[in-house]
């Protein structure tokens, strides 16, 4: 039973994830189809900046979920060639979103918000590269799957933002708390998952 819902929940991040993935290419066209809603703002004034964080993300995200079931038997080369497109993905993504944040149009609580998600994003992703390069792979798999949960903060920001209304919030107000809320959520279930799988060790 545990087996059969283990499967099912990475069924519906990684359908998630590549369905984010899927829809956020619409920035990366010379016409954007569809409402590009806050973004438009940022294309405008900062197309490569932008390129650069969604085609990033697009990758981190498109990769990213496969990457918790390829770490054994045959499917290892494809992990290590895959994990170091999904790390200079991240890294790239981080750094465009962080210049992005820095010029948030919703205020320095929003800049304050993704700018710290694209800091730990970065870090999280470096740590992971490092101790997969010093051999410790507890440690790597660990800041790994941090990595990957700032990684899905992308999937939890869309699934947040209809709530602004429902809620009765002004939309600005909002949009100031999921800046915040749609990755430290994510770390906090992400680390409540590394507890369970390293049991009661210090988690480094």
Request: charged share 10%; glycine share 10%; aromatic share 10%.
């Amino acid at each position: 039973m545990t087996k059969t819902i283990s499967t099912a929940m990475f069924g519906v991040m990684a359908a998630a994830a590549l369905g984010v993935a899927l829809a956020s290419v619409r920035y990366l066209l010379p016409e954007p189809v569809l409402p590009v809603g806050l973004m438009a703002e940022q294309i405008a004034d900062w197309p490569v900046a932008v390129a650069a964080h969604v085609g990033g993300g697009v990758i981190a995200l498109a990769l990213g979920p496969f990457q918790l079931i390829t770490r054994r038997g045959p499917r290892r080369a494809w992990h290590r060639w895959a994990g170091r497109t999904y790390v200079a993905a991240c890294l790239v993504g981080a750094v465009a979103g962080l210049w992005l944040a820095l010029h948030a149009s919703a205020g320095p609580v929003a800049a304050a918000g993704f700018g710290s998600l694209a800091v730990a994003w970065f870090g999280a992703t470096v740590m992971g590269w490092r101790k997969a390069v010093a051999g410790r792979f507890d440690q790597h798999r660990r800041w790994m799957i941090r990595s990957l949960a700032l990684t899905f903060a992308a999937v939890t920001l869309r699934l947040m933002l209809p709530l602004i209304p429902l809620a009765g919030l002004d939309f600005v107000d909002g949009y100031r708390a999921i800046s915040f809320l749609s990755w430290i959520a994510n770390l906090a279930v992400a680390e409540l998952w590394i507890r369970g799988i390293a049991g009661p060790r210090p988690v480094s």
